[in-house]
Structure formats: C-alpha cells, structure tokens
C-alpha cells in the first residue's frame, strides 16, 4: 500500500547535493535518484535504507491506481516509499526498504520530507556544499579484452549473424582501475560531466553504483508501463556545424536505424506478455536525444498491463533489457555468454525504484562507475549488426567508456 503517512513540505528549495552531502554522504545504505545538475524539470528522491532480501518488490501488483490526480498529496511525487536498488544483468537484486526520504520536485522548486519530519528540519539547514575534489590521476584503465580482441569477437557476432542465430548482438567489454576510491566523489563528478535525467547513486555496504544513464528502462504508473530503448550513438562537438552534422548522421543511418527498429520489436513482442491485447504501441519512433558526450538514437514502446500483473512478472517479461543483448532475447544472451567469458553484474542491469503501490521507475546501467572496496570499473558496448564495421564499434566503446572513467581519474586504454 502506497506510504500512509503525509508528507511534510520544506519552507524553500534545497539543492540535492547539498542535501546529500550533508545528511547521507556518509551512510552505509543510502540513495540519490537524481534529475541531473541544474535540472528544471523532474524529480531527484534522496534517503537510507535497509537491506531487504525478500520477495517484496517483485510481489507489487503494478496495475494499482495508486494515487488519483488532485489526491491530498498527490504533488509531492509518484514515489511514496518502497524500495531502491539494482538488478544485475544475471538478475541478482540488491534493493534497500525505504520509509525515510525526501523528494525534489525540481519543475515546482518544492522540497518534501517522507517518514520523518525531523529529515525536514536537517534539510533546510544544509550548508552550501564544498568544491567537487579533483580527481586523483589513475592512468590508463585495465581492459578486459583489448581493441584487437574486441574486434575479433565483432567479426564472431557478425559469423552468428551471418548463420542466422541472431540479428543483433549487444558485444560488451569491462575497464578496471584498481585501489580505493571515494564513490560519492566519483558520481559528483560524473554528474557535472554527464549529466542526465535518470542518472544515481546507490550505495549498499562496499558497493556502489554512480550512474549518468539516460535511458529509461521501464516507468510504470497506474497499469501503464514504458520502455525507452535506446541503439545508436554519435559524440558531441564543439562546433556547433558539427555537432548538428553529427546528429543528423545518427537520424539517417540506415545501420542506426535498423539496430534501434530491431530492439523496439523486441521490446513489443516482451511487453505483449503482459500487456492487454491490441495495447502495446510504439510512442516515439528514431527520435535524436543529445548528452554532454553523446547524441543517441530513441525510441518509445508503452503498453496497458493486465489486471493483477506483479512487478516480478513484468520484470520476467522484459528483463534484461533488449537494448542491451540483442535479438532475438534468448538466442543472443547465449551467444554473448560464450562470447564474453564473464559475469557482467550490475552492468548491463537496472536501477530505481519500485514503489509500495506497484508503480516503479528503472533506468539501465549504462555510462555507470561501480565501486568496489578496492577497485572500480565501467562496462561498455555496442549493438553488432551485419553491417558493423569493427573500427567503428571499437570507437563507440571508447566513447561511451570515456566519461565514467574521467571521473575516476582514469582514461580509457590505447586504441579504444
């Protein structure tokens, strides 16, 4: 059931960072879902948590109405308590019970305190926060496999391919740096680099996630449910002629587009499952999003679920996310599993929040630091087709590798 007690409204707008630094930087569980620097649309949610390795989550029913427009309430957000976490690609879950948080309504400058009103109190007295700390130099990254092999294992997906195992196949790879790392720190700077609309920190004991995701893996509200496919990149440019030139080519590649249309048909038919018939259509179609680093390639798939689906069987429908294996599903995890030699963990996985009245908000780990005790790495990749060309696919790796390893002091390796 959606959280029974009401929220409190603080007295003025609070920066969320200044907010977490100030109140939860330093806690062993703890989450910031953040809407992105200098937002003004949106919503950052921040808080502790305990760990919860029950059922729970999976259990909601995600067709609830949860909270009727104009409700007592009802403008203090669509998450009103529940869980945040993560998934990993191999499905394993890590998600913190939530009861105590504050949500940033950063379209309306509003600042609500849940669970707790004294939360609300220690809020508004956060201080302006210090100086993002200038990351230590680390050097170049450690790659799990190098450029060479990589494009190896892109010519064995295009054989794969070619034999009609597969149409498209999601190739990653994996960048260490060793030795200890301030995660916060880490995902302060990757936010000012990358900012983002779906980007978060979650933390539960000596792991931690710093995300600057842009895409949105499923919203689910009162029975309806999205996805936000995301196949295709470009870099950004200085040059503003450039830039637009780059974008553009994105929009009209025909490889672009194919791989993208691909993973839309994949994410109909898995939505399908658990969709009312004749329900599931495609919203937004080659759309051209643009990051601080990157332009890429969406698109938009939503569907009305059936009555009494839970979030564990709508997870069970859809995840892991087309866009990050391939198609079709189940042909192209095998492939990649024999391809990849190794367990992807919380790449390639999803983040957010699940809420007490079914509703939830995932985005991938993608462009993502995970934070170990005594290393961190990023996962990257990129959709092979038929029509890939290895140099290019190399290059895309290092492009989106690029700006999650800057924030850890670290550059990608030599011919990436």
Same mark, same amino acid.
């Given at each position: 059931?959606?959280?029974?007690?009401?929220?409190?409204?603080?007295?003025?707008?609070?920066?969320?960072?200044?907010?977490?630094?100030?109140?939860?930087?330093?806690?062993?569980?703890?989450?910031?879902?953040?809407?992105?620097?200098?937002?003004?649309?949106?919503?950052?949610? $921040?808080?502790?948590?305990?760990?919860?390795?029950? =059922?729970?989550?999976?259990?909601?029913?995600?067709? =609830?109405?949860?909270?009727?427009?104009?409700?007592? +309430?009802? %403008?203090?957000?669509?998450?009103? +308590?529940?869980?945040?976490?993560?998934?990993?690609?191999? +499905? @394993?879950?890590?998600?913190?019970?939530?009861?105590?948080?504050?949500?940033?309504?950063?379209?309306?400058?509003?600042?609500?305190?849940?669970? @707790?009103?004294?939360?609300?109190?220690?809020? &508004? !007295? &956060?201080?302006?926060?210090?100086?993002?700390?200038?990351? !230590?130099?680390?050097?170049?990254?450690?790659?799990?496999?190098?450029?060479?092999?990589?494009?190896?294992?892109?010519?064995?997906?295009?054989?794969?391919?070619? %034999?009609?195992?597969?149409?498209?196949?999601?190739?990653?790879?994996?960048?260490?740096?060793?030795?200890?790392?301030?995660?916060?720190?880490?995902?302060?700077?990757?936010?000012?680099? =990358?900012?983002?609309?779906?980007?978060?920190?979650?933390?539960?004991?000596?792991?931690?996630?710093?995300? &600057?995701?842009?895409?949105? /893996?499923? %919203?689910?509200?009162?029975?309806?449910?999205?996805?936000?496919?995301?196949?295709?990149?470009?870099?950004?440019?200085?040059?503003?002629?450039?830039?637009?030139?780059? &974008?553009?080519?994105?929009?009209?590649?025909?490889?672009?587009?194919?791989?993208?249309? $691909?993973?839309?048909?994949?994410?109909?038919?898995?939505?399908?499952?658990?969709?009312?018939?004749?329900?599931?259509?495609?919203?937004?179609?080659? %759309?051209?999003?643009?990051?601080?680093?990157?332009?890429?390639?969406?698109?938009?798939?939503?569907?009305?679920?059936?009555?009494?689906?839970?979030?564990?069987?709508?997870?069970?429908?859809? /995840?892991?996310?087309?866009?990050?294996?391939?198609?079709?599903?189940?042909?192209?995890?095998?492939?990649?599993?024999?391809?990849?030699?190794?367990?992807?963990?919380?790449?390639?996985?999803?983040?957010?929040?699940?809420?007490?009245?079914?509703?939830?908000?995932?985005? $991938?780990?993608?462009?993502?630091?995970?934070?170990?005790?005594?290393?961190?790495?990023?996962?990257?990749?990129?959709?092979?087709?038929?029509?890939?060309?290895?140099?290019?696919?190399?290059?895309?790796? +290092?492009?989106?590798?690029?700006?999650?390893?800057?924030?850890?002091?670290?550059?990608?390796?030599?011919?990436?």
């Amino acid at each position: 059931m959606p959280h029974s007690t009401a929220p409190v409204a603080l007295p003025a707008w609070v920066d969320p960072e200044a907010v977490f630094l100030h109140l939860l930087a330093d806690a062993d569980h703890a989450f910031w879902l953040d809407a992105g620097v200098d937002a003004s649309t949106g919503w950052s949610w $921040m808080g502790t948590g305990v760990p919860d390795p029950s =059922s729970a989550p999976m259990d909601q029913d995600a067709t =609830s109405p949860g909270l009727a427009p104009g409700s007592p +309430g009802e %403008e203090a957000g669509a998450f009103r +308590g529940g869980w945040v976490g993560w998934l990993t690609y191999e +499905g @394993d879950p890590v998600w913190l019970r939530v009861e105590t948080f504050l949500a940033f309504d950063h379209a309306a400058r509003r600042v609500w305190a849940f669970g @707790d009103a004294e939360i609300a109190r220690r809020a &508004a !007295e &956060a201080p302006v926060p210090p100086p993002v700390p200038v990351a !230590e130099r680390r050097g170049a990254a450690s790659g799990r496999v190098t450029p060479t092999r990589y494009a190896e294992l892109i010519e064995a997906c295009r054989a794969r391919i070619r %034999e009609g195992d597969a149409y498209q196949l999601c190739l990653t790879t994996r960048f260490t740096v060793p030795g200890a790392v301030d995660p916060v720190a880490v995902f302060r700077r990757l936010r000012r680099a =990358s900012t983002s609309h779906h980007a978060g920190f979650v933390r539960s004991g000596d792991t931690a996630l710093a995300s &600057a995701s842009p895409e949105r /893996f499923l %919203e689910v509200r009162g029975g309806a449910v999205h996805t936000h496919p995301i196949k295709g990149t470009r870099p950004r440019s200085a040059d503003p002629v450039r830039d637009a030139a780059l &974008a553009d080519a994105l929009r009209t590649d025909a490889k672009e587009r194919a791989e993208n249309v $691909m993973i839309v048909d994949l994410m109909r038919n898995d939505l399908s499952r658990v969709c009312e018939p004749s329900s599931v259509g495609v919203d937004r179609l080659l %759309e051209v999003e643009s990051y601080p680093h990157v332009h890429q390639l969406v698109s938009e798939v939503s569907g009305r679920l059936l009555p009494g689906t839970r979030v564990g069987a709508l997870l069970e429908a859809t /995840f892991p996310a087309g866009s990050m294996t391939g198609a079709p599903k189940q042909s192209a995890m095998q492939i990649l599993a024999g391809l990849e030699e190794a367990p992807r963990g919380v790449y390639s996985g999803a983040f957010g929040w699940i809420g007490d009245d079914g509703a939830a908000d995932l985005a $991938m780990v993608i462009r993502s630091v995970v934070v170990d005790a005594d290393a961190a790495w990023v996962g990257a990749g990129g959709g092979i087709t038929w029509r890939s060309v290895a140099a290019s696919e190399v290059a895309e790796v +290092g492009i989106k590798a690029r700006a999650p390893l800057a924030a850890l002091g670290a550059e990608v390796p030599p011919g990436w």
